[in-house]
Structures are given as structure tokens and as C-alpha cells.
């Protein structure tokens, strides 16, 4: 059984706001991954980290930031809420390249 | 540019037949290819894979067809279940660890 949890599941929040999407797995996996998925479209990876202190851009510009400072906890932030950022955001890890394992996402509204 | 492209937004198939979900791509660097398997509210969980050297994989009532001449792939789930309703992604790898996925088919099963 996967165990990779992200908070909050839902959230509204105010043009500007400062936001932290947490996503935390249990399985000790060092490859960790947010996609941004709209309605109906495919998920487009925005960050990644191959292990502690390792992070990366993916392939759709993201104004958000990443970090990995444990294993375990890769949490993506939003300094200044749009309602351009309003998505899906899901966040996997992997232990080998093709089996990923998905939390159950952030739906985030910003009004 | 779609590198991966599933053309059918959706499909209904009655309770017992086999459905047949389709995925074309376009990058012949592809290594390996997967399908994800997503419900309501939840992530993504990887259903079946299959590597570019082989033009099959089966696994239980799941089957995976390869045709890299046409650059074609499908998943035939016989026989069809009720809790196979959910959206099917189709993706691909090119060893580096990234996926990238399609826009996914939503399948109905009817009763």
C-alpha cells in the first residue's frame, strides 16, 4: 500500500495570499514530483527532486517554488495567489522511473 | 505539441465486454509505457506498463498492445467490470525519469 498524503485536499483562498500545498510520503522514495492538472487535460510536471537538497523545474513554467530539505516532505508554495494558479495540484514519488505513486491532490481555488 | 495524444474524451461500454482504450504518440525516444487509472477525489494509480522492446503485457484482465511501427498503443480490459468506470491516462518515458502523460479517457461502465 502507497502511503503519500498531501494537505489540504481543498482550498479557496484570496488573490495574494501566501499558500503552501504539504506533501508528505511514508515510503522513503527520493524521487518526489507536483503535477498541475486542469479539468480534462493532461498533468504537467512543474517540479521535481532526485533527493534532499535537490530540486528541479519541470516541463510547464510554474511561479511556484519547491523544497526538500527531508526525504519525506516535498512542499510546494505559492508566494502570491492568482486566479491563473487555480488547478489541481498532485503530488507522486517513485522509487523506480516508471511507477509513480500519486497522493490524492490539491484542488485550489483562488478568487 | 501533444507528444501524447488519447483522441477519445471519453467511452461507454456495457458491463461484460471488452473495452479498448487508444493512445497515439509521437516521440519515437519513448522507452517505456504506462497507463494510470484515476477515480473522483483521488490521484492517479499505475494500472500496467509495458517496455518498447515487447508489443504485449497482460496482467489479469488488463492488456496492454504495443505497435511502434504505427506509434500506437491500447489497453483492452476484458471482461468489464463496474469499477473499472474512471479515467485512463496513457504515458510515456524516455528513461529520465519523467513522465509524460495524455489529456486521459473517461470510460463508463453500463450496466
Known amino acids: 500500500e502507497a502511503d503519500i498524503y498531501q494537505t489540504p485536499r481543498y482550498l479557496v483562498i484570496g488573490t495574494g495570499k501566501k499558500i503552501t500545498l504539504e506533501c508528505s510520503q511514508t515510503?522513503?522514495?527520493?524521487?518526489m514530483y507536483w503535477y498541475q492538472q486542469d479539468p480534462g487535460m493532461e498533468l504537467h510536471l512543474i517540479h521535481y527532486?532526485?533527493?534532499?537538497?535537490?530540486?528541479e523545474k519541470g516541463d510547464l513554467s510554474s511561479e511556484s517554488t519547491v523544497s526538500r530539505i527531508r526525504t519525506e516532505h516535498f512542499p510546494l508554495t505559492l508566494e502570491s495567489a492568482r486566479p491563473s494558479h487555480t488547478s489541481q495540484y498532485l503530488c507522486?514519488?517513485?522509487?523506480?522511473?516508471?511507477?509513480?505513486?500519486f497522493g490524492p491532490g490539491t484542488r485550489l481555488t483562488v478568487t | 505539441d501533444q507528444q501524447v495524444k488519447q483522441n477519445s474524451p471519453s467511452l461507454s461500454v456495457q458491463e461484460g465486454r471488452i473495452s479498448i482504450l487508444n493512445c497515439d504518440y509521437t516521440n519515437s525516444m519513448f522507452d517505456y509505457f504506462l497507463w494510470y487509472k484515476k477515480y473522483p477525489a483521488e490521484g492517479p494509480t499505475f494500472l500496467i506498463s509495458i517496455s518498447s522492446i515487447k508489443d504485449k503485457n497482460e496482467d489479469g484482465r488488463f492488456t496492454v498492445f504495443l505497435n511502434k511501427s504505427a506509434k500506437h498503443l491500447s489497453l483492452h480490459i476484458v471482461p468489464s467490470q463496474p469499477g473499472d468506470s474512471a479515467v485512463y491516462f496513457c504515458a510515456a518515458s524516455y528513461g529520465d525519469d519523467k513522465i509524460i502523460f495524455g489529456k486521459g479517457t473517461r470510460l463508463h461502465i453500463l450496466p
Open positions: 527532486s532526485y533527493g534532499v537538497n535537490s530540486t
Open positions: 507522486a514519488s517513485s522509487a523506480n522511473p516508471y511507477e509513480q505513486y
Open positions: 515510503m522513503g522514495h527520493d524521487k
